[in-house]
DNA sequence: ATAGTTTCTGTAGTGGCTACAGATTCAAGA
DNA sequence: TCTTGAATCTGTAGCCACTACAGAAACTAT
């Protein structure tokens, strides 16, 4: 919205605030590639432009969506090189997808083994749970 | 089942196999210490007892569960110090429960998110990507 | 001039392992 | 007994994606 906050000339500082990037995470960024080395001051202080900002958030948007950065790499040096097509693209989000659904489903059964679990333990206040019990003893175990 | 993997003298490596925990990992545990360090052979060779060995299994069906080892450090230390109640595992499995449940609901928004950025995605064999645009220019930004 | 904020570099820590390197020790066969 | 190969030992460094410092320099405002 406001034009002030949409600068050319960023500090590393208003890059953050405009992005939700930390400071430091921008540093990490550079350091290992992923964001180009911007222009200095001369006093060394590192100026960002509309195009690095616009990079900045993409990254940001992807890790949110839980790309990890090797994805994002991928995903950048599609667009960069100028390779970029839907087909390249579709792949990456398409295995993403699937291994957070694979994630999902994992969870969903330690939920349930975690409900399972509480709704034995609720019971009493005596010292000694059921839950502690099964876990020494190989609850999960059918030979014992 | 067999009497001779229940051996009351393990070595680090068979303890490694009957619980399915790593060396190294065994290892790690003890220096964190999570396992107690355990007696010693005159050549410097780890021992461990039926007791360490029921210790490790439970830690290990801990972790299968998603418990930290932080969350199974302060579950052993109610079971160590006898001040184990059902109320307080109870407390930590509750606890944990509710935090995979977050979780769960995270990543079903993400992967729904991903579907529909898929689905933008399978059209074209073309050099632009809807995806790609709609990440770089703010897609999730009302402002824009 | 001075105070307070921002930025700089470099390094180390987080969790939960995993992977080495290089030295010893063990177990089994000839 | 000797030898070979497997197991174990210690210690350190790497993984991911940051995060948190320390100490110095440079900005901004009064």
Redesign the interface.
């Known amino acids: ?1 406001s034009a002030i906050t949409k600068s050319n000339n960023l500090s590393i500082g208003a890059l953050s605030e405009e992005s939700g990037v930390k400071i430091e995470t921008i540093r990490y960024y550079e350091r290992i590639g992923i964001m180009p080395a911007p222009a200095r001051r001369a006093s060394g202080h590192r100026i960002y432009g509309r195009e690095q900002a ?2 900045l ?2 990254i940001r ?2 890790r949110e ?2 790309f990890s950065l090797e994805e994002i790499r991928t ?1 950048l040096s ?2 960069d090189g ?6 390249g ?2 792949a990456i ?2 295995t ?2 699937a291994s ?2 694979e ?2 489903r994992d ?2 059964r ?2 349930s ?3 399972a ?2 709704a034995k ?12 019990e099964d ?6 175990n059918p ?1 014992n």
């Not at 100028?82 to 087909?87: L, S, V």
């Not at 333990?121 to 502690?132: D, R, S």
């Not at 876990?135 to 999960?140: I, R, T, V």
């Open positions: 919205m616009k990079r958030s993409f948007r992807c969506l839980g995903l599609l667009v100028g390779e970029q097509t839907c087909m693209v579709h989000v398409h993403h997808a957070v659904k994630k999902i969870l969903q330690l939920a083994t975690l409900d679990m509480a333990c609720a019971q009493g206040e005596v010292p000694y749970c059921p839950v502690i876990l020494f003893d190989g609850a999960n030979s």
